[in-house]
């Protein structure tokens, strides 16, 4: 799950992460993320893990960095909300 | 209109003047095709290269006054010329040409630097004073006409456009990186900004007095939005806006030879032309950019609008290849980075605006900086109650400024409420309205290699603008859009840098003063502002076609990277060689060429906004560079203008 998370927003961003941009930055701050790429985002993650988000959840500061994104979509997992590329 | 240049003590041989004068002058002969002239001064060169609009026999530059002490070159008009003439005269002055020009060298004889505040237009002009050797040198308040400056020597140099600095022996070029991360980041230059190092833009609404090797800026207006009209009802204020646009529109007629109009297929070109309709004697001309990619084609609206007048339509068609084919020769003529390729269709469209025979045009920019057109107003406008708003009022209140997102589901609304949570609460100080904006230019920035803080520069101009702390949220957005988007991309880049390029003028009536002073007091007053321009719209809704007036505004934009991938130019190498980037030291070659990767090989749909723009603002930095920098040949012929006048007055 990590890696299809950290390659799909590699790819989208034009970015990598490593020493000097960690996992933790955060992608609207750093100007990565846009209103656009956002929206991509959140529909490869649910396309991708077979759950949908809220619309709570989607405006509660969840999606902001790798690390969270990624925390977020276990606990999401974990509740079963299982699809077709549930882990 | 016309291209000025010069020197002033420069370190540049006595010899040499009238060579390095005529070279200048050579090198910006498209803005004034019909006459170059220039004076010689112990020291200091002069010269204009002038489109010949008032007064065509008699106005003939560098002017001078009759004792031969100043001598003017001037680039613009003033529209108001023929009030401050009159009050001139009734001071005693006498008038030897019905020309503009000697009505502003008078009006700076008689008034000083007080006159300046007084002239209603587009201009820039030097102006030296012999007996004292000081040289003056002015900008308009809006930043219609350009004026660029390089210290050189004991001296500096100036010219209309920064490519009269290339026939200078010695001048070197260099692009900065830390005003390129700004560029990029702000999507325009700040006001004294122009990417390359040492050479500056002289701020709008400013002179400069150079006396020596000392220079003193003096700001002489300010952008303040003070409501000085008294208007007590809608009603009133509809009558004002009839009337003071009708006025502008009327002096922006005055013109010795045909005025024609850009029309967009928007409400501000149409009321532009409502009114000049009226107020002409002649049937208008009418010129237009139509796309065939339907995404971004308004020739519907604009094909009405010209009907309704009855004018003679020129309309323009621009293909995805017209704009790959064009756009080194619009990158050269702009010398600035840009944002979108939308300033190629405006070089296409000027030079069939002067194969038709028009050399002035009006246009409709202006309208939405001053009667709030954008969507960021409106969205500032939200984001500032956003906190104390509940997620029903959000939704209703996100639903009504993006009507179209109906189209996409509710799942697209809350990703925007997302956003919108994200940007609720000010982080940049002073730059609250931009925030959006600023955070996808850091997308661009990241182009750049060593340029520190994109938004340090920007940051500190607002902290040094008088008066900017007690401007409301929106006022603070249209103090922002004045002075980086209008001045540094819409009048330049894709305004008068394009028209010139061709030896076209172009007016902007909703850049009157009184009109800019009447948005101030009537904007916001009878409505919250979530429907933009909609006095505007009220005023005229009578004479404007349903289809115009009821439109939704549509950011007039062009195609952008898929364009290139689509044609694979063969400059294109700048980006894709490696070799090639290698000469540009400043940029992220990693970025580079993700960024290229990613705009070649991806289909456009999946190229989001802030990746178009990147890598439209790299072509351009690309291409600037080549042609700049490294000296490469310019992509256009020069233009030649006939010599008209030199005076030399230097002892033999």
Redesign the interface.
Known sequence: MSDKIRDYIEQQF?I?FDEDFPENTDL?????M???????L??FLEKEFGF????QE????I??SLSRIRAYVQQKTAQGAGGPGAI | MCGIAGFHHAALPGEDYPALIQGMLGAIAHRGPDATGHVLTPGSALGSTRLAIIDIEAGVQPLSDPSGRYWLCYNGEIYNYLELRAELEAAGCSFQTHSDTEVLLQAWLHWGPDCLPRLNGGFAFALLDRESDELILARDPWGKRPLFYAPHGQGLVFASEMKAFLALPGFSFEHDPEQLASIVAVWTPLPEQTGFRHIHNLPVGSWMRVRGQERRITPYTQLDFQARTRVDSEAEALDLIRERLRQSVALRLRSDVEVGVYLSGGVDSAVVALLARELSAHPLSTFSVEFADPQYDESAQQREMAALLGSRHHPLSIRHADIVEHFPAAAWHAEIPAFRSAFVPMYLLSRQTRAAGIKVVLSGEGADEAFLGYDLFKETLLRREWAAMDEQRRQACLARLYPHLGHYGSQDLAALTGLYQQFAEERLPGLFSHELRFQNGRFSARLIKGGGDPFQAVSALVAAAPGYDAMSPVQRAQWLEFRTLLAGYLLSTQGERMSLAHGVENRCPFLDPAVVELAAAVNLRFDDGMEEKRLLRQAFREQLPDSILHKRKFPYRAPDSAAFADCRPDYLDALLSADELAKIPFLDGKFVAALSRKIMNTPAPEISTKENQAFIFLLSIALQHRYFVQRAAPPVAPTVSPLGRAVDLRPR
């Open positions: 034009l990598q609207f701050k750093e100007g990565v846009d209103s656009f790429g956002y929206v991509q959140c529909r949908r988000f809220t619309e989607m405006t509660g500061n999606l902001t």
